[in-house]
């Protein structure tokens, strides 16, 4: 059953819900919540507003948009970001889904709140036949990785 849904966080609820462009477009397009820069050599977590449900069999990949990375020179300070169903609604920061920018050029990036930045893909997933995990999320970003 697909359940998968954006929806704004808590003081964003006029953030821009992501959409894909065309119709066999895979990735929904993100922008950020409001404009801003990542200094040269700076990392930058860029606030969006919003948050996705996902099934419980499913992840999130998170892309900076191509034409991004290569007209400016940044890149996902994480590579590729993974947003697992239990992120949405955690108690640290609601699911907020946030875009990991480092500035690799030799200027300031300015990025605006009116533009697409990156783009989320919705992917299933599957585990092995022994997996028997029953640890619960603690947090939001790297709660998973403090035990």
Same mark, same amino acid.
Request: hydrophobic letters at 30%.
């Given at each position: 059953?697909?359940e998968?849904?954006f929806e704004t966080? =808590? ?7 992501p959409?894909?462009k ?13 404009s801003g820069?990542?200094?040269v050599g700076?990392t930058?977590?860029?606030?969006t ?19 991004v990375?290569?007209?400016h020179?940044?890149?996902l300070?994480n590579g590729?970001?993974?947003?697992d169903a239990?992120?949405?609604d955690n108690?640290?920061?609601?699911g907020h889904?946030?875009i990991p ?13 009116s533009?697409?930045l990156?783009?989320?893909v ?7 036949a022994k997996?028997? =995990? =029953?640890?619960?999320?603690t947090?939001?970003f790297g709660s998973t990785?403090?035990?």
């Open positions: 059953m697909n998968n849904n966080v =808590t003081g964003y609820e006029d953030a821009w819900l959409r894909r065309t119709e066999y477009s895979a990735g929904y397009d993100v922008k950020p919540y409001k820069v990542v200094g700076e930058k977590l860029i606030e507003g919003i948050k996705c449900r996902i099934n419980y069999d499913e992840y999130i990949q998170l892309h900076l948009r191509s034409s990375g290569i007209k020179d940044v890149m300070a590729t970001g993974i947003i239990d992120y949405y108690e640290d920061n609601e889904i946030m920018i480092r500035n690799l050029g030799n200027v300031p990036f300015k990025y605006d709140a533009e697409r990156a783009q989320l919705i992917m299933p997933y599957r585990i092995t997996d028997r =995990t =029953t640890d619960k999320r947090g939001g990785g403090k035990r």
